[in-house]
């Protein structure tokens, strides 16, 4: 079989025209998609005064509209996904069964709840459908709207979720959206496109969609047209250190960046676990669908795990022993939530062989045959090599006290999974001063919410512009009052 042809999506048409090949090497290539510079014409929209009818498509609008949209996103009916799901197979580094898993959640993210959540939780529904007075201490009022804006989302492929969520957002705020599709996943935001063309094809949601694909960082044909002022307004960037150091020489007046860029995560684990063989059971179950669920592909995903058993002797026989249990519980984990890798990094595997030759400092727990490890560090640190840690493969660290973990946190941990709750509540207010971003339950690290704020951040509030609208009258308001206390009263001459 050849490689397939993808097509571009530009506001509201399917465009197959002038394909280019992608990817591979030699001869062969990954795919083929139409050429990016033939497209550049149409990508962006260059007339700003085009977004009106954005401004008169309500909340409750957008709801119903992706209300009908979300059934037909189910894999049983939809043939652009189910083709965007054969291919991805060969190009994300998801296996097959956890790739399917996540294409069967798409449908749940359109619901009517689902969506009004993300609305409330983000923006605001009140700021995204008209003005919403502002009262002043000092006198006048304030209008402020919330209003769409043209964005490029470049956006990471390790989860087709990703492309389902931007979609999404990008409705809410009623913006303008040119999605730049990755290598590893070119097709699923041209499959929910295309869906919505057929859905409802002269709706200003899907007139106000662009998927493309071209080269990051090595297009300079494309984005040094494309990331102008006078056709974008923002740059929303997921995915690695180099694209999102890339994408910044485009930054200027008139270009703001979103970045929502690479993480890792964590876990700290109390003394409660430990208590007896059923806590420290339990324990290791949750813990490992922090680890293992989407074969450890994600920035909540947990690499480090500190467990608070003492670095006596007690306390380093009761780290091993609970690492034994969380081996044993990822390997138990469903097909369709983990599996092993399906390239296990030949460098990880490696620096595991050497660990195994010094047992006094470390134990390397399971990991022959690359279906995941555990590593017990017998000392407070994680390993050297803990931020390259993936395949299933976690770092159990035993500490004295739950204190001690928080000198391995930084600006780069964003999810934190703690045992017991009541930790969790002592540590929340302590966490965040070493740069982390996101406490959770242990167990529910990859249970994403997008009505909530996400990378110490809120995106969707910053997709949008947020305008005001002041009215002073000078029987109210002195036009100097605030500049001089002195002001003679303002009168008619």
Request: proline share 7%.
């Amino acid at each position: 079989m050849g490689a397939p042809t993808i097509p571009a999506f530009v506001r509201g048409e399917t465009v197959w025209d002038d394909p280019v090949a992608f990817g591979g090497t030699g001869e062969a290539c990954a795919f083929r998609a139409p050429d990016p510079v033939t497209l550049l014409d149409r990508l962006p929209l260059t007339d700003p005064l085009r977004m009106r009818d954005l401004a008169e498509v309500t909340t409750s609008d957008v709801v119903d509209y992706l209300a009908e949209l979300g059934p037909r996103l189910r894999l049983s009916v939809n043939g652009f996904l189910r083709e965007a799901l054969e291919h991805s197979t060969a190009w994300s580094d998801m296996t097959p069964p956890v790739l399917a898993a996540c294409y069967e959640q798409l449908p749940s993210l359109f619901t009517p709840e689902a969506v009004r959540a993300v609305a409330e939780g983000t923006v605001g529904s009140r700021f995204l459908d008209g003005w919403q007075e502002v009262a002043s201490p000092g006198g006048g009022t304030a209008a402020v709207r919330a209003v769409g804006a043209r964005a490029v989302h470049i956006i990471a492929g390790n989860n087709p979720i990703i492309a389902a969520i931007t979609i999404i957002r990008n409705a809410l705020v009623r913006g303008d959206a040119v999605i730049k599709t990755p290598a590893n996943d070119p097709l699923t935001a041209v499959a929910v496109a295309r869906t919505m063309a057929e859905t409802a094809p002269g709706h200003p949601l899907t007139r106000h969609l662009a998927v493309a694909y071209w080269k990051g960082g090595g297009a300079a044909a494309v984005e040094d047209r494309l990331y102008q002022p006078g056709n974008i307004d923002k740059i929303v960037a997921w995915g690695g250190l180099a694209s999102v150091r890339h994408v910044t020489r485009y930054i200027q007046p008139g270009v703001e960046l979103v970045t929502l860029d690479p993480k890792l995560s964590a876990t700290i684990v109390g003394a409660e676990a430990f208590a007896d063989e059923a806590s420290m059971a339990e324990t290791a179950r949750l813990a490992a669908v922090d680890v293992g669920a989407l074969n450890q592909l994600g920035c909540f995903n947990a690499r480090v795990v500190h467990v608070v058993t003492g670095l006596d002797a007690a306390g380093l026989e009761r780290a091993e022993h609970w690492g034994e249990l969380l081996h044993r519980e990822i390997l138990r984990l469903p097909a369709a939530v983990s599996t092993p890798a399906r390239w296990f990094d030949p460098e990880l595997r490696a620096s595991l062989r050497a660990l195994r030759t010094s047992p006094d400092w470390y134990r390397v727990i399971g990991g022959h045959d690359d279906e995941g490890a555990v590593v017990v560090s017998r000392v407070a640190e994680p390993v050297d090599f803990h931020t390259a840690l993936s395949g299933r493969v976690a770092n159990v660290v035993p500490v004295a006290s739950p204190r001690d973990a928080l000198k391995a946190m930084n600006a780069y941990t964003q999810t934190v999974g703690v045992y017991p709750e009541s930790l969790k509540r002592r540590l929340r207010d302590l966490l965040p001063l070493y740069g982390v971003q996101r406490l959770v339950s242990l167990g529910y690290a990859t249970r994403f919410r997008p009505d909530v704020p996400q990378d110490a951040m809120e995106p969707v509030r910053r997709m949008v512009k947020w305008i005001v609208d002041e009215s002073c009258s000078p029987g109210d308001v002195h036009p100097l009052g605030h500049l001089d206390r002195r002001a003679e009263p303002w009168g008619r001459s």
